[in-house]
């Protein structure tokens, strides 16, 4: 998979840009403040309708503009194809191949995206919402189903909570709506819950198998899914809904107290563990760093695996955060197989240790002036 061509209009500090790409890695160099973060934001933000910097899809449109838009062609292997997001004050519109899509499903997954940002070294060491999102973003480009059974639950909480709060103060006394409310709950949570930890355990393969490689066998890197539903259940979704239904009967008159939902696919965390041992408790910030690496790029192989295509990376001034052995792991990782778009102040990091030759297009205050191949 490869993104031949990149149109942005009104989008964070570019008025308008226009820019084709011809070689498998993309060196956007610059200064800080001039728009590079802005580009790659732009192409993962085509992909997934949604920013990895923000939650107010307001602040991509230019100050003072009404609309902004993203276009990009997606070449596969037997063919390609345009992709457009739209975004408004009144919402977003997507098309592909020009047909206007309905649903998000049918959007999210022509282009798929891996963004490494020196943030995302925190996956490790970061706070549980960190790691879900992780989750719910990385499973949603290769699984429509789970992306809308995702998009149903997070509906269903947030009117679950509304109506605890509500019985709490006594604005409603109808328990038996709760009831309709958790039974629907339970419903899409299972799938989700069941569906992450499927990933899970297909990330960890991929996974290990780079980080043994990274610290020469000396470290086995695991990964654990863990759930604030008891119990192992994960191989059946009627097993999953009945722990799940169980869980949410003993928690409910804590949850009328608290005014909110305390289990589910909300609640739960990841664990990552080298020689079986929790890097985030126990682990150096090496340990931590590499760990995350090895996570990042097992995605490549995974949607490979899940695909048939190879994503497009992202790498978003992640160099000057790696040391040099990283580095070198990373770069081997990706050169020759994975079309690579990524940032940087200064060339002496990346170009060197590279055994393509790359595409340079340096960036200015939002205007790309100049490209040197």
Do not use: C
Not at 5 to 28: A, G, Q
Not at 307 to 327: F, I, W
């Amino acid at each position: 998979m490869r993104l031949n061509n990149l149109h942005i209009k009104n989008f964070r500090n570019y008025d308008e840009l226009l820019v084709d790409f011809h070689k498998n890695v993309v060196i956007f160099l610059g200064e800080n403040a001039q728009g590079k973060t802005n580009l790659l934001e732009s192409i993962y933000t085509l992909a997934l309708t949604r920013s990895h910097r923000t939650n107010n899809e307001q602040e991509l449109i230019q100050w003072e503009k009404d609309q902004s838009f993203i276009k990009g062609n997606i070449q596969k292997k037997y063919t390609s194809v345009p992709i457009e997001l739209f975004l408004t004050k009144k919402g977003r519109k997507t098309k592909v191949n020009h047909m206007e899509q309905k649903k998000l499903s049918s959007y999210v997954g022509q282009l798929n995206v891996i963004l490494f940002a020196p943030e995302d070294l925190s996956l490790v060491k970061g706070s549980p919402q960190v790691r879900r999102k992780f989750l719910d973003m990385e499973i949603a480009q290769i699984d429509s189903v789970y992306l809308y059974e995702s998009t149903q639950y997070q509906k269903i909480l947030k009117q679950r909570n509304q109506y605890l709060k509500q019985l709490a103060e006594h604005k409603q006394t109808d328990k038996l709506y709760l009831d309709i409310l958790s039974e629907q709950l339970t419903d899409h949570g299972s799938k989700v819950l069941l569906a992450r930890q499927q990933f899970v355990k297909r990330l960890e393969f991929w996974a290990n198998q780079l980080h043994q490689k990274i610290t020469q066998s000396k470290e086995e890197l695991t990964i654990e899914y863990r759930s604030s539903i008891p119990g192992d259940h994960w191989n059946d979704e009627q097993a999953v809904k009945k722990a799940y239904t169980q869980e949410i009967e003993k928690t409910k008159d804590k949850e009328r107290l608290r005014q909110i939902t305390l289990v589910g696919p909300h609640r739960d965390d990841l664990s990552f563990l080298i020689n079986k041992k929790d890097v985030q408790t126990f682990g150096s910030q090496g340990q931590q760093r590499t760990a995350a690496l090895s996570v990042k790029l097992a995605e490549i192989d995974l949607i490979k695996e899940e695909t048939g295509e190879y994503p497009v990376l992202l790498l978003d001034d992640v160099m000057s955060e790696l040391d040099d052995s990283r580095q070198l792991h990373l770069l081997e990782t990706i050169e020759g197989k994975v079309q690579t778009f990524l940032t940087t102040t200064t060339l002496k990091q990346v170009k060197d240790k590279m055994s393509v030759e790359p595409e340079i297009f340096y960036i200015n205050q939002g205007q790309l002036e100049g490209e040197d191949v």
